[in-house]
């Protein structure tokens, strides 16, 4: 009988696993552990759950490598689970949190496939962006995830055409809390910024990362608005990272198009360009299924496909490409 190769079904369909993980993470089982709780009866106790099942639940954990289990009912962190006491892994596992939404939203993926439209609605009631205006603790949670809590510090190192001597104003459209702006700041002294993005979000940008934007505080305006309404016009350069792959294309040429009339010539004013990181693949890269997807039917674009976007929101692709930062970099001009 020939062998069997490649991988076993039965593990690829497992689903079981994936909500163990995120159940032990919600009932903070490895920081109970990590202050000695370590008896069955005890983090049962303490995560406020049933001991038989969660002791099932762990159980199941250890077999798969995750926890290990010294004697019967006591248990102990493994290198694997200890990495549940990261924050980062906290929150996008936390089923109490964004962690729940993002979970939940793959039980979605049949009707995205049948329909081609997202049906995060059907579970939460609202789109995504909504449900989160509608729960600020979950936004919040969503902040920090994509902050440098969840995503670590990011990396201003990306070049661009002709280099940043010229660059004197950037606006980060969808920035976030506002951690790349700053890293751009501080490491360009003469660049001044602008962080435009949801109000509730803008409103963390001191707060969540106080070593990021807060110490360029001077250089920053951040302006809570929607990318969808006219944004400041007459920056150098206006940032678009991971933000048009959240969205369908109707939506992401409406974004490109606020940019393309805010980075316009004027009077005295030469063009701004628009830079897109995140978003778009070099043709022929493999397509691949990813959660922005089945959240808000969002994209990754490729270069083709982006270059028609663009047209039609009035900008020109001027350069695209591989740095080595490994960032796959786009970069515009008004057309
Ligand atoms: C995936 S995050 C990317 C954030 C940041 N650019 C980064 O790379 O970490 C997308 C961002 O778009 C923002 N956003 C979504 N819809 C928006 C809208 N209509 N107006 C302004 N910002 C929006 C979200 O709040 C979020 O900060």
Redesign the pocket.
């Given at each position: 009988m020939e062998e069997h190769r490649g991988p076993n079904l039965n593990d690829l369909s497992d689903l079981c696993t994936p909500w163990c993980v995120h159940v032990a993470a919600t009932l903070r089982i490895a920081d109970h552990i990590a202050v000695g709780i370590t008896d069955i009866d005890g983090l049962a106790a303490a995560a406020g759950c049933d001991a038989g099942v969660l002791h099932s639940l762990l159980g199941h954990l250890v077999g798969k490598g995750l926890f290990e289990e010294p004697a019967p009912g006591r248990f102990a962190l493994n290198e694997t689970a200890q990495g549940l006491l990261n924050p980062a892994q906290r929150l996008g596992l936390d089923l109490d949190g964004i962690g729940g939404r993002f979970a939940h939203a793959w039980g979605t993926l049949l009707a995205y496939v049948r329909t081609g439209q997202p049906a995060y609605r059907e579970i939460f009631g609202l789109p995504f962006?909504e449900d989160?205006d509608a729960h600020p603790d979950i936004?919040a949670n969503?902040?920090a995830l994509?902050?440098p809590v969840g995503?670590g510090a990011?990396t201003p190192e990306f070049q661009i055409t002709g280099g940043w001597e010229s660059v004197r104003t950037v606006v980060?459209?969808?920035?976030?809390?506002g951690?790349?702006l700053a890293e751009i700041l501080r490491a360009r002294p003469e660049v001044r910024g602008t962080l435009?993005?949801?109000p509730r979000?803008v409103a963390h940008s001191g707060e969540i990362s106080p070593s990021g934007a807060a110490s360029v505080a001077d250089r920053v305006t951040a302006v809570g608005?929607?990318?969808?309404?006219p944004l400041p016009a007459g920056a150098d350069l206006y940032?678009?990272?991971?933000?048009l792959?959240?969205w369908p294309d109707r939506e992401a040429t409406a974004i490109l198009s606020r940019c393309a009339e805010a980075a316009r010539p004027a009077a005295a004013r030469p063009a701004g360009r628009v830079v897109v990181?995140?978003s778009v693949s070099p043709d022929g890269a493999p397509r691949r299924l990813v959660l922005?997807m089945v959240l808000l039917g969002g994209k990754q674009r490729t270069v083709s496909e982006f270059r028609e976007l663009a047209r039609v929101a009035g900008l020109e692709v001027s350069a695209a490409g591989q740095q080595s930062s490994g960032a796959f970099v786009v970069e515009c001009r008004p057309l």
């Open positions: 962006w989160l936004a969503f902040d994509i902050g995503h990011p980060d459209v969808g920035g976030g809390t951690a790349l435009v993005d949801f979000t608005q929607s990318f969808f309404d940032l678009l990272k991971k933000v792959n959240n990181l995140g922005e």
